[in-house]
């Protein structure tokens, strides 16, 4: 399997106050890892460095073919094409009702609105929310717009999900069925990165840890 993300004495700042300091860690295709930390330890910072948000401020950063520190406007949405990214705020589209902001991914990639019409209803059905396919964001629960934002964000069968705190605040129901899915895509080959302050207790699968403490972010097993 080869290396996805290769962080080189990766140092992120937000006006010069260091969050991560000369961090070192790869992560392979195919990795479940999770990225523990406290709260305000950084997970979100590097998350943000991971989609191209936050510009490295020294070291490198790479993500598959891209060079993070110096990537051109051009191959940053390609590199997000190849991403499926879940928010801790899910950022749906409010205006958008449920089935079109699923689409979202495959309108972007160019496919035909009856073709992503018809994946968006089958990945809407595998977070059991095919009945709420014409509703709109503001009118679904918080549980059920992160469902349909982790649909959004596996219908195009990205190479990497980056998830921030996916499951925190979600009642038990939701929080395993995007638990299942996460797994099932990695499964699948997906490379998954997930911020979370702990793991789900009894995770039955093979993962990684990443932990943050005071900037520094140590593999722990
Ligand atoms: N846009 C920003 N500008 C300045 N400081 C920020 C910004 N975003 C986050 N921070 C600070 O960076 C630190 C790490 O934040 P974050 O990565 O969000 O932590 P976590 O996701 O682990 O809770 C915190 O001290 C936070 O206050
Ligand atoms: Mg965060």
Avoid: C
Avoid at 34 to 45: A, D, M, Y
Avoid at 66 to 95: M, W
Avoid at 108 to 114: H, P, Q, Y
């Amino acid at each position: 399997m080869g290396k996805l993300v290769i962080a080189n004495n990766l140092t992120l700042t937000y006006e010069n106050t260091p969050i991560i300091k000369s961090a070192n860690f790869t992560i392979n295709s195919g990795d479940f890892v999770f990225l523990t930390g406290i709260s305000g330890s950084g997970k979100t910072t590097i998350i943000k460095s991971l989609y191209g948000e936050l510009k490295p401020h020294s070291g490198s950063l790479r993500v598959g073919e891209f060079d993070l520190f110096n990537i051109k406007k051009s191959h940053l949405s390609l590199l997000r094409q190849h991403l499926g990214i879940v928010f801790q705020d899910f950022k749906l589209i409010p205006e958008w009702n449920i089935l079109k902001n699923v689409m979202l991914p495959l309108l972007i990639a160019g496919i035909n609105k009856k073709e992503a019409e018809n994946l968006a209803i089958k990945y809407l059905n595998k977070v059991k929310l095919s009945h709420k396919a014409d509703k709109f964001p503001a009118e679904l629960s918080g549980g059920e717009q992160q469902r349909a934002a982790i649909a959004r964000a596996t219908i195009h069968n990205p190479v990497m999900i980056l998830a921030d705190e996916p499951i925190s605040g979600l009642d038990e129901y939701s929080a395993s069925l995007v638990m299942d899915l996460f797994k099932k895509a990695n499964k699948l080959g997906i490379t998954i990165i997930i911020a979370s302050h702990s793991i789900p207790s009894a995770f039955d699968i093979e993962f990684r840890q990443l932990h943050i403490e005071k900037g520094k972010v140590y593999e722990l097993s």
